[in-house]
């Protein structure tokens, strides 16, 4: 009797590239207008991981580069508007961070589109979907990051 291999599916040359997005938010506003967007209801794209943090200050260009390096093709860094830090110079701070790290991102080889920097308040919840959204269609036009294509943090 013949052994009958299995069928193997084909794989699609048509999928879609669906970009994996982390999300560094402060706690006292950014990641509070992410919940006001959700509490809300109001529709954002879904792809991204939120990782709360204490002040977007304390974003590191460790925090984001190892987030490329584990399969972000994108990451947002999200904080209190100036003058409402919780720390007072936190998001001065934030700023700093980020010029060092758009600098290495760019020694990289790397595009400085898949790194951004928002100010959202607690009441910014439409703010938040719309960034979450813009920041997702251009990931989504930069195609998968060259550093790696297997995300480790999905499921």
Not at 3 to 18: C, D, I, L, R
Not at 34 to 57: E, K, L, W, Y
Not at 81 to 95: E, L, R, S, T, W
Request: aromatic share 10%; with cysteine.
């Amino acid at each position: 009797m013949p052994v009958k291999k299995p069928k193997t599916k084909k794989k699609s040359t048509n999928k879609k590239f669906v970009p994996n997005i982390v999300a560094f938010a402060c706690n006292w506003c950014s990641y509070a207008g992410a919940d006001t967007a959700g509490v809300n209801r109001i529709q954002h794209s879904p792809n991204f991981r939120i990782i709360r943090t204490m002040c977007s200050g304390r974003v590191t260009p460790a925090f984001i580069l190892k987030a490329l390096k584990l399969g972000a093709d994108g990451v947002l860094v999200s904080g209190c508007h100036f003058g409402d830090c919780h720390y007072i110079f936190g998001n001065y701070k934030a700023v700093d961070q980020f010029e060092k790290t758009k600098e290495l991102v760019k020694t990289l080889g790397l595009d400085e589109k898949r790194i951004r920097l928002e100010w959202i308040s607690a009441a910014e919840g439409p703010r938040w979907a719309q960034v979450i959204n813009e920041f997702t269609e251009q990931i989504t036009a930069l195609g998968p990051s060259p550093l790696n294509h297997k995300p480790k943090f999905n499921k």
